[in-house]
């Protein structure tokens, strides 16, 4: 399961495009934003296109998925070695923290939002934005509506976390059977006391 689990985080790289977006509704000139754990572009006016944390991490981010998911493909082939469990956890670790650098590129999107025009967009769904709007055509937008959305790499990070913590519990469980299995004649001779 572990090597499943790092088939789907495959699809979680930076080519997958924005976890998060945020649009204009009415028109694509009002502002654009798209938020991943490997960058944040924000096409609006009165924004920079990006923070000044966001090129590190997620170049650390894309390094830290890589390793992972070659260590996992690896403890998937070599089950019999003893950092196999090891490389599942650092598997487990790693898309930990794509979500947390998501989370800090998905802030850093709203605290710039917050400083331009003093609000907040929806988290997801379509509302209207309680402020005058410059938009990209340099066009005054009154209350414009914009739309937010999280988008398909987003749930598949959580379907590669479920994998690999699956594969753990299924991994510990055999485990435990093989051991339990083994006692053999030490079994005979010793006694539990519960």
Same mark, same amino acid.
């Not at 977006?21 to 000139?29: H, I, M, R, W």
């Given at each position: ?32 934003? *798209? ?5 944040? *572009?924000? +096409?609006?006016?009165?924004? /920079?296109? /990006? ?12 390094? @830290? ?9 690896? /403890? ?5 070695? #003893? ?16 979500? @947390? ?6 802030? #850093? ?5 917050? #400083?331009?025009? #003093?609000? @907040? !967009? ?17 066009? $005054?937008?009154? $209350? !414009? ?5 999280? $988008? ?18 299924? $991994? ?19 006694? +539990?006391?519960?």
């Amino acid at each position: 399961m572990a090597l499943l689990g790092a088939v789907v985080a495959l699809f979680l790289g930076p080519a997958s495009g924005p976890w998060w977006t945020v649009t204009g509704d009415e028109t694509s000139k009002l502002l654009s934003i *798209q938020v991943s754990p490997f960058y944040l *572009q924000a +096409d609006a006016t009165g924004l /920079s296109t /990006s923070t000044f944390f966001s090129v590190p991490l997620g170049s650390f981010t894309s390094i @830290l998925l890589i390793i992972s998911l070659i260590a996992l493909g690896a /403890s998937s082939f070599h089950r019999g070695t #003893g950092w196999g469990k090891l490389a599942v956890y650092f598997g487990l670790c790693s898309i930990t923290e794509l979500y @947390l650098s998501f989370l800090l590129m998905y802030h #850093g999107a709203l605290t710039m939002l917050l #400083g331009a025009y #003093g609000i @907040l !967009p929806p988290y997801f769904g379509t509302s209207r934005l309680l402020a005058n709007v410059v938009g990209l055509d340099l066009n $005054n937008h009154p $209350n !414009p509506p914009v739309s937010a959305s999280f $988008n398909l790499p987003f749930y598949l990070g959580f379907l590669s976390i479920g994998l690999i913590a699956t594969s753990l519990i299924v $991994n510990d469980i055999a485990e435990r059977r093989e051991t339990h299995e083994k006692r053999g004649v030490g079994a005979i001779f010793t006694t +539990d006391s519960e």
